[in-house]
């Protein structure tokens, strides 16, 4: 794919993103204030981060549904590794250790057995949560030591904290998709796994990477996720990969691979957060949230692929 | 023959097709008659199967008319193309593996009923079984397509477009996949055909076949419409140069190659299923033609030294060491190239930049700390695209915009930029125009010039003979044998791959050596 | 011909009936299945009552009603997420005018009109707009979900008259009209998918597009009208949800697509389309259900049971890609 077109694209999602946030702003006086922003951005965090990983996963024509679980996998590993009497520091790191062997799981499943990633991942969903509810016995763990709250409800000024390992996960990825060896290796499997193949590409060793990268992103997203709710609970997530999956794709990501890039997501992923608070505000039920969400979504993926249909 | 041109059977006047930038046929008539054999030739890109696939409704022309009878019709798809008699036979790839062969047969027909409105799966069978009783194959119609051989799967295909009481058969490249007695059965089935007033459309690479067949003869290059003549018009060579647009002779040239030692050596390679046995030598400064029938057998042995499919067991030696190559990835780690045959889905990733195409094997080279650096991946395709004349785009833009012949050097820069020892081409030029062709056949014989051990598949067996020092020739699976020098003629060759040779087999001038 | 050679086992005779059986797409979860029956028969005294496998088929029924559509989707190289949302609307449907008007057929016309309609709108704009069917159906997911609480303005239906409630509470000679039903169903789409035109195309589109184009099958048509057999079982399946629950929330059928996918893939559909079988998508409904009811009876922690359940629908999932890497391997 050509670079201007591709701006061109995330031009016309920015250009979006601002009516939207114009339409918010008439709605609610509060929206646009500076202060109401920067507390929209600790509930999109969590979503942004997994969108990263699932933004590398859907360029290679994957997919990964397992990501809500294994976030409450990772919520109730730290929670409950703490209350069994580990120290925190080590619970985090178990919590951090499960989800990266819960995303190498995935990837080594999806390699090592030529089996489509939808398929596997519907298991990892089911298994995970099941592990998540197996291991909390359905319950919660509420109570931690002070520090903990840093991670997710810190604040710098009237900057949240999160906002920054946001910031910072976003620089990583961006740069290892656009400027690194592997990240071509990711666009070259997505546009044409066979022919990468057959170049040279390690093909089997970059899923496995990728989708190892998305179960860490899930790991860093539920120890925020866990510290801002102040509980570790087997129930958290549900529903979540799908709104990762519909931020990374309004972000421009072609569900049938080789396409998307990281500012794209991140504005796919604030085009989702601005909608959510921003009808909340303006007292709208979560009835149209979810229906303008679901319109805007199919209706995006309408453009780019009539775009893309032209061009070819 | 001499019937009033508002008889033909079939008639195209001026058809134009383009895909993208790329025009695949330029202005060409064409026409049959009741009960004629038409060949269509060229190289491969010259348009043929397009034509063809306009004819039957496939593809929509540009410009220009197609008529049946003397009317004009515009087919929409194959569906309407076969309600009015018109069928073709196409490859082997475009059937359906997991349904039975009773259902490859059917799909798109109307099946036989039962009285209560259910698809009578008996008659259904029966009907298959009868179809292809008709053309000598006794197999089980009601297993899957897919457990066939090359050669029954081609057999199915020919069925297929034969039930259909058409009146006009197209047949692409029927016999790639036959032995030889299984091609003499569909000459007959042909004549059988032409006798009761079909008129059939023949499209071969194989000259011989053509001269026995056809009745008339049209060259196509790329294109364009070269020539239509009777067949007793012509003789082998003026369609030879008609088809390249040059006599033969001066195709390839070739250097002194001094041949060295061993590079790559296979001792009793096998793969389950794909071929069995496999003992060849490829040694530095000498190029290995590897000949035979398409399903023989070649790139599974290409493709087990790249990796990409590895043998179950015998070894690979490189330099007389065994080593065990389970990836491409490897393979080109310990010096080996492949330039596959399918480039649109194998050799390119089409979206990409030219650039980013050429680079693509090299990246460890060319990346320091996982950063890839910019400016010596733009010089090395810059060296690259000079070196191999690659023109027609910015190397910028993507790979997709190239034509067929420049696409393919992209391709061999990618292999070449690694300066692999060892080199496997397979089909290195098919699908590529006229001038594309000598290029990529001089860089193969410089490559071999300059010490480096090639292999080259090649289903056009003037190419392989022309650049080979030896030939080896498979069938069903194994090598069974191996000809060097003047021994290595078309006939042959052909009596190995076919299975016909016969121990006193004269040896007929070497056509294509220079 | 050359039938002996490397390159072609055994093909005039074809394979024996067993390796056929074992080469069929259900296999696999059928072995896995009678050896769950086995297992749970041994080691627990009420697993193999009469009463406790009509509760498992009952229990399925919902799930395996949408799943019989849906195998057939995937089959023709689609797929649908939107089973959710579109189960919880056509409840609505069938709730609201069941409540209103009484009787049973009515009812059942409104769900299964308006699950046509919604499965029509996905056929839609996957043939005609082109957009990748896994997005439309998220989309719609969302979209109907949104409709759901304007219909309803967030409350739930309740109060539904025992007429509507028929097929999901009364039994005909012992068996549940949900049984019913979905044996009906399962022999009609056999019936559809063995002896009609577009039956047979399905296959043949899901398997190879471009020789299906060739061929000149009505490739568009056959995935549209696959969409709309999902909306119309979705209907169905709506009147025995509602039949059983006497009620619906603005939940309902929440997180039911992923369940129905996993009924179809552990049934050994491929999702990649053009393999599998009417009997998948059953299969795998029940071989869930009964591993989920075999656990509830050896009294394993219900906590514990989805991980378990979760674990064993990924060693199905592994058998089914082995054993495909065995089969690549011979053909």
């Known amino acids: 794919m050509t670079r201007e077109r591709l701006l061109g694209r995330e031009a016309v999602l920015l250009g979006v993103l601002v009516v939207v946030m114009l339409g918010m702003s008439l709605l609610s006086d509060q929206f646009l204030t500076l202060g109401n922003l920067l507390r929209t951005s600790r509930f999109f965090v969590e979503i942004g981060l997994i969108a990263l990983g699932m933004t590398l996963v859907i360029i290679t024509a994957g997919i990964d549904l397992s990501v809500g679980s294994a976030l409450a996998l990772v919520s109730v590993t730290i929670g409950f590794s703490y209350a069994a009497g580990a120290p925190l520091a080590l619970a985090i790191l178990l919590g951090l250790l499960v989800g990266l062997a819960g995303g190498c799981f995935n990837g080594v499943m999806v390699t090592r057995l030529d089996l489509h990633p939808l398929v596997v991942t519907l298991g990892t969903f089911a298994l995970f949560r099941g592990l998540a509810f197996g291991v909390s016995d359905a319950d919660a763990v509420s109570t931690y030591p002070e520090w903990f709250a840093y991670f997710g409800q810190f604040y710098l000024g009237p900057v949240p904290g999160q906002l920054f390992v946001f910031i910072a996960a976003i620089t990583a990825v961006w740069l290892l998709l656009a400027r690194t060896r592997f990240g071509r290796y990711v666009y070259a499997i997505g546009a044409n796994e066979e022919a990468a193949r057959f170049s040279g590409v390690p093909v089997r060793r970059v899923k496995v990477t990728i989708y190892t990268i998305t179960g860490a992103l899930v790991a860093l997203a539920a120890v925020i996720y866990t510290s801002r709710v102040s509980s570790a609970r087997a129930d958290f997530g549900q529903g979540l990969e799908l709104d990762v999956i519909a931020a990374v794709v309004l972000g421009g990501a072609s569900i049938r691979g080789g396409v998307g890039t990281i500012p794209g997501t991140v504005l796919g992923v604030l085009t989702i957060a601005v909608l959510r608070n921003g009808l909340q505000l303006a007292g709208v039920a979560t009835t149209w949230q979810l229906f303008l969400l679901g319109v805007l979504l199919i209706a995006a993926v309408f453009v780019n692929e009539f775009f893309r249909r032209r061009d070819a | ?514 | 011909m050359s039938a002996a050679t490397v390159a072609e086992p055994a093909a005039r005779r074809g394979p024996s009936p067993l390796r056929r059986w074992l080469l069929r797409p259900e296999a696999p979860a059928v072995l896995f299945l009678l050896a769950v029956v086995v297992l749970f028969g041994a080691l627990t005294d009420n697993f193999l009552r009469l009463a406790n496998l009509q509760q498992i088929l009952i229990q399925v029924s919902t799930v395996a009603i949408i799943a019989l559509a849906v195998n057939q989707l995937i089959i023709a190289g689609e797929i649908d997420i939107s089973m959710g949302s579109s189960l919880g609307l056509c409840a609505v449907a069938v709730g609201t005018v069941a409540v209103a008007t009484g009787g049973l057929i009515l009812p059942l016309l409104t769900g299964v009109a308006v699950g046509a309609l919604i499965g029509a709108t996905n056929g839609l704009l996957v043939t005609v707009a082109r957009v990748p069917a896994i997005i439309v159906t998220l989309g719609m997911l969302y979209a109907l979900r949104g409709v759901i609480f304007f219909v309803t303005g967030g409350a739930s239906v309740s109060g539904i008259p025992m007429d509507a409630r028929l097929v999901g509470r009364e039994r005909l000679f012992g068996v549940g009209y949900s049984v019913w039903l979905l044996l009906a169903l399962l022999l009609a789409t056999w019936f559809v998918s063995r002896h009609t035109t577009w039956g047979r195309d399905v296959y043949a589109v899901g398997g190879n597009q471009a020789a299906a184009r060739l061929a000149g099958l009505p490739i568009a048509r056959t995935r549209f009208l696959g969409f709309v057999g999902v909306g119309v079982f979705t209907g169905l399946a709506a009147l025995v949800y509602v039949g059983r629950t006497g009620g619906v929330q603005t939940s309902a059928g929440t997180g039911l697509e992923l369940e129905v996918i996993a009924a179809v893939v552990l049934g050994g559909t491929s999702i990649a389309g053009g393999r599998g079988s009417v009997l998948s998508p059953v299969v795998g409904a029940v071989l869930v259900s009964a591993i989920s009811t075999g656990m509830v009876l050896l009294r394993v922690p219900a906590t514990w049971q989805s991980a378990v359940l979760g674990a064993l629908i990924l060693l199905a999932i592994s058998f089914d890609g082995i054993r495909r890497r065995q089969v690549r391997g011979a053909a």
């Open chain 2, 1 to 514: 023959m001499a019937e009033p041109a508002s008889s033909r059977l079939l008639s195209l006047e001026g058809i134009h097709k383009h895909f993208g930038g790329i025009v695949a046929v330029d202005g060409v008539d064409f026409d049959l008659g009741h009960g004629e054999v038409h060949a269509l030739v060229g190289e491969n890109g010259a348009g043929k199967s397009t034509l063809m696939k306009v004819a039957v409704g496939f593809h929509q022309p540009d410009e220009g008319r197609v008529e049946v009878d003397g009317e004009p019709v515009a087919f929409r798809s194959t569906r309407d193309a076969e309600a009015a008699g018109i069928a073709i036979i196409p490859q082997e790839l475009d059937q359906f593996p997991h349904l039975s062969v009773a259902e490859n047969l059917a799909v798109g027909r109307a099946r036989p009923r039962r009285r209560w409105g259910g698809i009578d799966w008996d008659a259904l069978a029966e009907t298959a079984r009868r179809q292809l009783g008709e053309l000598g194959l006794d197999l089980d119609v009601t297993a899957p397509l897919g457990l066939l051989s090359a050669a029954n799967r081609q057999v199915v295909a020919i069925a297929r477009a034969l039930a259909g009481d058409a009146r006009v058969v197209v047949m692409d490249e029927p016999t790639a996949a036959l032995s030889e007695r299984e091609t003499e059965r569909l000459f007959a089935i042909i004549t059988d055909l032409s006798s009761r007033g079909v008129g059939v459309v023949y499209i071969s690479h194989r000259l011989e076949e053509v001269f026995r067949i056809a009745d008339r003869i049209t060259v196509l290059r790329d294109g364009h419409h070269v020539r239509t003549a009777t067949t007793s018009e012509l003789d082998t060579d003026e369609l030879v140069r008609l088809m390249v647009g040059r006599p033969l002779g001066e195709q390839v040239p070739r250097s002194d190659r001094s041949v060295g030692d061993t590079a790559l050596e296979l001792r009793g390679l096998t793969r389950a299923g794909a071929f069995a046995d496999i003992d060849l030598v490829l040694r530095r400064g000498e190029v290995l033609g590897l000949a035979g029938l398409i399903g023989a057998g070649r790139t599974e042995v290409a493709q087990a030294m790249f990796g990409v499919a590895p043998a179950d067991s015998g070894d690979i030696l490189l330099d007389g060491e065994a080593v065990s190559i389970r990836s491409p990835e490897e393979a080109m780690r310990r010096g080996i190239a492949y330039v596959p045959e399918e480039r649109r889905s194998q050799g390119l990733v089409l979206p990409f930049s030219i650039r980013a195409n050429i680079s693509l094997s090299s990246l460890e080279r060319l990346s320091r700390g996982g950063l890839i650096n910019r400016r010596a991946e733009r010089e090395l395709a810059e060296r690259s695209a000079t070196a191999l004349a690659i023109r027609g785009a910015e190397l910028g833009a993507p790979a997709a915009h190239l034509s067929g012949g420049n696409q393919q050097k992209v391709v061999l820069s990618k292999a070449l930029a690694r300066e692999p020892g060892i080199l496997l081409f397979d089909e290195p030029t098919r699908g590529v125009d006229v001038g594309a062709k000598a290029e990529i056949a001089r860089l193969i014989d410089r490559l071999a010039a300059d010490g480096n051990a090639v292999l080259v598949i090649s289903s056009e067996l003037e190419e392989v003979l022309a650049l080979a020092d030896r030939v080896a020739v498979m069938r069903e699976g194994r090598v069974v044998g191996e000809l060097a020098g003047t021994e290595a003629t078309q006939e042959r060759v052909m009596a190995l791959a076919t299975g016909s040779a016969k121990p006193d087999d004269e040896a007929a001038p070497a056509q294509a050596q220079p």
